[in-house]
């Protein structure tokens, strides 16, 4: 979402540095004026969120979703509370509405591909508890989980000569 000085002043930089209930209190003051401004509402649910509020996090991306719905910001923050939740379904649903909303939101077709490969997982992992026997599972379920795994970090480097 774009923002403009004067609607956000320096929140971003108040969520960066962390600084959520300052950033919050200032949220708050804000709406409370411009109660239907969505760009800091779409700040107050980036803030909840960092501050593991989920649950309100969750209802302000939605009121955004309701009220601006050609947005496709809240739809990929919804999703990303809702893949935390293990709700795959809908995080599934809420990233193709950011998508249909931008079509060139990369953010939210990366987004969709993970959720994608978490609903691959658990359709693998389904299958071989159906069908214990089936050798061709075990492959893709491994593959598959190796995509999910976080990158393991680079070996240090060592001068040349050293003992490893």
């Not at 990369?106 to 994608?116: P, R, S």
């Not at 359709?123 to 026997?133: D, K």
């Amino acid at each position: 979402m774009a923002h403009t000085p004067t609607s956000n002043g320096n929140l971003p930089l108040l969520i960066q540095a962390r600084e959520h209930a300052e950033a919050l209190a200032r949220a708050d003051q804000y709406l409370a004026g411009k109660p239907r401004e969505p760009q800091m509402r779409f700040l107050r649910g980036v803030i909840l969120s960092e501050t593991g509020r989920a649950a309100e996090a969750v209802t302000v991306f939605t009121r955004l979703t309701e009220d601006y719905p050609e947005l496709p910001e809240p739809y990929n923050n919804l999703a990303v509370l809702y893949a935390q939740q293990n709700e795959l379904n809908k995080a599934r649903a809420a990233l193709e509405m950011a998508i249909r909303n931008n079509p060139a939101y990369a953010t939210a077709y990366e987004n969709l591909g993970d959720i994608q490969l978490r609903l691959a997982v658990q359709s693998y992992e389904r299958a071989a508890q159906l069908a214990p026997g089936n050798p061709g599972l075990v492959p893709k379920l491994a593959r598959t989980r190796e995509l999910l795994a976080p990158p393991k970090p680079p070996a240090p480097t060592r001068p040349a000569g050293t003992a490893r």
